[in-house]
């Protein structure tokens, strides 16, 4: 019996969930029925798809074989639906946008409003996290482009750079420090610090600096977030450095202290990130345009 769509469906949600209790609450179906379908799946290929144990469900070789040809064959599902929809309405179907979540939280809710207003017939989904979880996605075919801190170097896609910011070092109001009139990163070279998670391309350059500064940092808290990073700082659970973007909002509530680091010393690059193989839609353009004309409108870093 050939393989059909809904099995098709079933298998990749347990694959990607590694769990037939979390597949079935994605596909609002019951726990009998994946397993059912996973069933009738592997007796029809006659081969074993998942490893089971009591904790979790892997993937057998054959299923991991599975998984790959399951996510091309959706991808071109959906890119034949939206190629039929695109003939009437260049603006319309799917469009998949990844980014980096600080980068979320404080450049794209603007962005995204007016691009949803714009467009209301495109079904924008936004996928936040790490360089590497973005990477993985982009190169799957499962984001059709990103916003990333750069270096993400790879010979398969394009980059546009759209902005380039300065870092701040950042510390309680209530610090001894904070009452000095001219601080500079050798006066953290004592201090606890409080920085994003490693993995994160911001801190890999945050690393660097502080190895060009010849500063080897106590690392008391990784966090991925900027904002939980503020605000552990505020509470004097250490210092940070973070982008001058995580202080676009009145951090007055928050009782903190910046001072600025050396553009040439410290700083990143935003780009746009999209396959090179794969032809933009009218859509993705669009969503480019906004990006660069929102970045334009930002001052240079110092």
């Known amino acids: 019996m050939p393989i059909n769509f809904r099995q098709l469906e079933v298998f ?19 726990q009998s029925t994946v397993s059912q379908h996973i069933r009738e799946l592997e007796d029809s290929l006659k081969v074993e798809l998942f490893v089971r ?14 998984l790959e040809h399951s996510r091309n064959i959706f991808r071109l599902l959906e890119e034949a639906e939206t190629e039929v929809k695109t003939a009437k309405d260049p603006y319309c179907g799917k469009l998949a946008f990844g980014c980096a979540s600080t980068t979320l939280l404080y450049h794209l809710p603007s962005i995204l409003m007016d691009y949803t207003q714009k467009y209301p017939n495109v079904e924008l989904t936004i996928t936040g996290g790490t360089i590497q979880e973005i990477g993985t996605q982009m190169w799957s075919g499962g984001l059709d482009l990103a916003l990333v801190v750069l270096p993400f170097n790879s010979a398969a896609l394009e980059k546009i750079v759209v902005f380039e910011e300065s870092f701040v070092g950042v510390l ?36 660097r600096f502080l190895f060009n500064e010849k500063i080897t940092p106590r690392v008391a808290i990784e966090l991925a977030e900027a904002e939980a990073i503020k ?7 250490g210092v940070s450095l973070l982008p001058e973007s995580a202080f676009s909002t009145d951090n007055k509530t928050l009782r903190i202290k910046t001072f600025s680091i050396p553009r040439l010393a410290l700083r990143r690059t935003l780009a746009i990130v999209y396959p090179k193989p794969r032809p933009l839609r009218p859509a993705a353009i669009a969503l480019i345009e906004l990006l660069q004309e929102h970045f334009r409108s930002k001052p240079p870093a110092r």
Request: glycine fraction near 6%.
């Open 12 to 30: 990749r949600a347990v694959a990607e969930t590694r769990s037939f209790t979390r597949a079935s609450h994605v596909l609002f179906i019951s």
């Open 172 to 207: 309680a109001a209530s610090h001894p420090l904070a009452r000095k009139t001219h601080l500079k990163i050798s006066d953290f070279s004592a201090e606890r610090f409080i920085l994003p998670r490693r993995g994160q391309n911001t801190r890999k350059l945050i690393d």
């Open 53 to 66: 144990n009591r904790r979790n469900v892997g993937l057998s070789p054959a299923g991991e074989n599975l």
């Open 231 to 237: 605000a552990m700082v505020a509470r004097g659970l």
